[in-house]
């Protein structure tokens, strides 16, 4: 009868929100669906649409200088500071679901680091410019150097290709050498308009034009007589437009020039003198012209007029200055990499939007993180939990989508994607250190080391999030924010319509020892709200704060070791926790209707008990009827930074349910604990920095972790599964043994021997071989003795043929199995062609190295036995040599008796 399985508690991956830019280059492919960044020493292709990774390039050990992704997606060209250059082919899954980058050739294409490249439309021609002004014009599929530029050794800071379009730059210049007695140019427009060009820009403001047919370089200037140089600082991107036949480029001296062909020289008009300009394009085939820079604003400009026309923007902060950007005219998108590691998408209006007034509104329709940097604290917001509130090392708190994708449904981007940025919550003015939220979801609380503490109200349905009130009072860092989370009767307009009830109260905590309870006015305010009580509550930092689920106790927990458990109403301590040896990180009530926990010391309720977690690298139970410690948690390594209550399931048919608990440390590990067994379930080990918070989702029992690495990671609970696996799994083990003994008592060896490989049963297997090997009538010309077992043994699976030579090389170590072994493997050896077993398909190159291993023991063994065979056979004939001598010393047989009397004095000797 089979026993019951036991519960183990399992969790794996279920998404990850990671970065994907930490500042550098950026690039998209004609179609506007695959980003190409910048991750460090990496380069990462992401699906633009759904967030999704497509793949990770692994860099050569320095930074990326540069990299570009070809228009049609066919190649990645990634240069770093190793002075190489790595051109990858790239080939898209059907389904868009991945990349397989595979790299074609590696290069050292300047004696100094790449800073710029360019690549034509056509895919087919690469421009390189170096630190030290040399430009290179590579044929990316050949791998050759097609063009080399001379110029100045001054860094090319703008590299772009185009094709002179039919106007009148043919014209002009047939005109201005009219009469010359070198003649005049003979070629025709369409000749010119062929003709492929290379415009770059360099750190000391020049622009030069390069034509790649005759070879030759022009300069462009802003003064021609005087040769005055089109920019007094870095070009930082030049543009052409073929309708309009003119470039623009933009320069860090704060100008965007417009440049059109006029007698026969490129004649320019200076604008936009107030930010650093680091990247201009044209839009809607040039009749409209864009700059952006660091300002951190986008901004457009119609070409014949010269006058801007989008409405009037503020200035953003420094950290939005836009770094770089991408435009896609086509698709009427443009990317912007902005300072902060954000990647900000606009939608390009048509000129049909431009109001009457002239002006023009830019959407912002998406907000990429790069990266979410040092994650400090997150939590579930919204009623439904499809959001959450990230609080990074920045004073703007993040909202993230983490509902399942919701891409619309003719694959164009704008839809809603699991990691999606939806919106920023900006009032603080310094990092965020701790955020709350309360039972409804709409309402969260954050604290900062502004001295502040801010209450949120969160309406995803009308995409509305404000900050309701802000709470001063302290006079250091607010490094914790506690909500209570009581749920009001059913029937209250509060709980109909949490959105128009705030909670009632906030508690914060600081650096400046105090505690503060802070009453929520009932009207939005936007005046700064002052605290109801304080009371100065440690002798150290307070590092946490929580909120009883009754809402009339709430604990703090301090760097001074403390835990001190508080009276909401009055302010008052009511116990102290004392136990731990370090500070204490984090502090949790237990949820609602716990069931019983079994302590040290006998049983308590779980309603009254509370959990803390320390730098001495343990996590303590403590009962809150007489403030002791029911049990102590070891198994961290490094300090314990956060503890979250499971999911108490609710569906559980037995008696007992399981009360779980998890901890994050600096140790980069998740663990789960019993808390009933005071053991570790599992531990979960995704991160490679410490770990700050926790979170759990209260539906599906999900788990979420982040820390310094930057990394959220989703664990979905698989506890069940698991447990379904297990007992399906233990189910059909009984009845496939059930089935091998009924094939060996049958005597099918044919089936007995392939179940017994399947269910790897070596001591069956060996009895199965055994009596066939030495049966007593063994079927003429078989191999093993029963053709069947012959069959059988002819048409193994490559991974059949190395599970069986695994056996037959432990076989074969025993002298008292070897037989059976040899026989086996010479049946094998003679069913199959000689190259069979070195070429077997095992997986992966341990795999492999396991085979040649298997291999090498089962000759070293059967070489061991056959020179044992030859000592054998030589020995026997020193004894037969013996007995033929010790039969000539014999004396002559007599007859009769005598011979019965020499035979009893021979026995007698």
């Not at 421009?127 to 050949?142: C, E, L, M, N």
């Not at 440049?259 to 936009?272: E, F, I, K, Y």
């Not at 946490?544 to 604990?555: C, E, I, N």
């Not at 779980?606 to 403030?627: A, E, Q």
Request: charged share 25%; with cysteine.
């Amino acid at each position: 009868m089979a026993t019951k399985q036991a519960v183990k508690t399992t969790f794996e991956v279920e998404n990850v929100i990671q970065p994907i830019f930490t500042g550098g280059s950026v690039a998209l492919e004609n179609g506007a669906r695959i980003l190409a960044s910048t991750l460090g020493e990496a380069a990462i292709l992401t699906e633009l649409n759904t967030g999704k990774r497509l793949a990770e390039i692994e860099g050569d050990g320095e930074p990326i200088s540069t990299l570009t992704i070809t228009p049609s997606a066919s190649h990645l060209i990634v240069c770093s500071r190793s002075l190489t250059m790595r051109i990858y082919s790239l080939k898209v899954s059907p389904d868009f679901d991945s990349v397989e980058a595979t790299l074609v050739r590696t290069t050292k294409p300047h004696a100094t680091p790449v800073v710029v490249l360019a690549v034509d439309r056509t895919s087919t021609l690469l421009a390189t410019g170096a630190a030290d002004g040399a430009i290179k014009i590579w044929d990316i599929v050949g791998g050759y150097v097609t063009h080399t530029v001379s110029g100045q050794s001054v860094l090319v800071s703008a590299l772009h290709f185009f094709e002179i379009a039919a106007t009148a730059e043919g014209t002009s210049e047939r005109k201005s050498k009219k009469g010359s007695r070198k003649g005049q140019n003979d070629q025709s427009e369409a000749d010119v308009a062929s003709k492929f060009r290379l415009a770059w820009g360099t750190q000391d403001g020049r622009i030069r034009i390069f034509d790649l047919h005759k070879r030759t370089t022009i300069s462009v200037y802003a003064d021609p007589k005087r040769k005055k140089e089109a920019h007094e600082s870095n070009v930082q991107s030049i543009q052409y437009s073929p309708e309009q036949h003119a470039l623009l480029s933009g320069s860090r001296d704060k100008t965007m020039t417009l440049w059109l062909w006029r007698d026969g020289a490129w004649q320019g008009t200076p604008m936009l003198r107030h930010e650093l300009v680091e990247s201009v394009g044209f839009l809607h085939e040039g009749r409209w012209m864009y700059a952006a820079g660091s300002s951190g604003l986008l901004r457009i400009w119609d070409t014949t007029t010269r006058h801007e026309i989008t409405a009037k923007q503020d200035a953003k902060s420094e950290a939005e200055a836009i770094l770089s950007a991408v435009c896609l005219p086509h698709q009427s998108l443009i990317l912007c990499a902005q300072s902060d590691f954000t990647l900000a998408l606009y939608r390009v209006p048509s000129p049909a939007d431009v109001t009457s007034s002239g002006s023009l509104v830019l959407e912002l329709f998406r907000r990429i993180s790069g990266t979410h940097d040092e994650i400090l604290d997150f939590t579930y917001v919204a009623p439904d939990q499809s959001l959450m509130a990230i609080a990074t090392n920045s004073e703007d708190i993040r909202l993230v989508s983490v509902a399942e994708t919701e891409t619309q449904a003719d694959g164009e981007e704008g839809g809603a994607y699991f990691g999606h940025d939806v919106a920023l919550l900006k009032g603080h003015e310094d990092i965020v250190m701790s955020l709350d939220v309360d039972w409804s979801g709409h309402w969260v609380a954050s604290g900062a080391k502004d001295n502040t503490a801010r209450l949120w109200r969160i309406d995803k349905a009308n995409n509305s999030y404000t900050c309701y009130a802000t709470f001063t009072g302290h006079l250091e860092s607010v490094g914790a924010v506690a909500l209570p989370k009581v749920v009001p009767p059913e029937n209250s307009e509060a709980f109909k319509n949490p959105l128009d009830h705030p909670p009632p109260f906030l508690i914060s905590g600081s650096q400046d020892r105090f505690v503060q309870k802070r009453d929520i006015p009932r009207q939005s305010q936007k005046a700064k709200a002052s605290s109801s009580l304080k009371r100065l509550a440690h002798e150290k930092d307070i590092n946490a704060l929580d909120v009883s689920p009754t809402g009339r106790l709430f604990a703090s927990a301090s760097q001074d070791k403390t835990v001190k458990i508080w009276d909401v109403e009055r302010l008052e301590v009511q116990g102290i926790l004392r136990g731990h040896k370090r500070g204490v990180w984090t502090v949790k009530f237990a949820p609602l209707h716990t069931p019983a926990i079994q302590g040290e010391q006998g049983s308590v309720s779980g309603r009254g008990v509370i959990l803390t977690g320390s730098g001495d690298k343990t996590i303590k139970l403590w009962n809150l009827s007489d403030y002791t410690c029911l049990r102590t948690f070891e198994g961290h390594s490094h300090n314990v930074l956060k503890v979250v209550w499971l999911r108490i399931p609710t569906e559980e048919t037995t008696t007992k349910k399981r009360v779980q608990f998890a901890s994050a440390g600096a140790d980069s590990l998740v663990k789960v604990w019993d808390a009933n067994l005071g053991e570790t379930e599992c531990t979960l080990d995704n991160h490679e920095d410490r770990l700050w918070t926790l979170a759990v989702h209260p539906k599906t029992n999900t788990l979420v972790s982040g820390g310094s690495d930057s990394k959220i990671t989703f664990w979905k609970d698989t506890t069940a599964e698991t447990q379904a696996a297990a007992a399906s799994a233990a189910l059909k083990l009984v009845e496939q043994e059930q089935e091998l003994e009924n094939y060996i008592h049958a005597g099918a060896y044919r089936d007995a021997i392939v179940l017994a490989l399947q269910l790897n049963h070596p001591g069956r297997l060996l009895n199965l071989f055994t009596n066939v090997v030495t049966g007593t009538t063994p079927e003429e010309g078989s191999l093993t003795g029963l053709r069947a077992v012959d069959d059988v043994l002819a048409s193994l699976s490559d991974e059949q043929i190395f599970l069986l030579l695994l056996r037959l090389r432990d076989w074969n170590t025993n002298a008292r199995t070897a037989p059976v072994a040899q026989r086996i493997l010479w049946a094998l050896v003679r069913s199959y062609p000689a190259d069979k077993f070195s070429n077997l398909s095992v997986k992966g190159a341990r795999g492999q190295k396991s085979l040649n291993e298997v291999l090498n023991a089962l000759r070293v063994y059967t070489e061991r036995h056959y020179k044992r065979m030859e000592e054998l056979v030589d020995e026997s004939y020193l004894v037969e040599y013996t007995l033929q001598e010790m039969d000539s010393l014999a004396p002559p047989a007599l007859e009769g008796g005598e011979q019965d009397g020499g035979d009893a004095v021979m026995a007698e000797a």
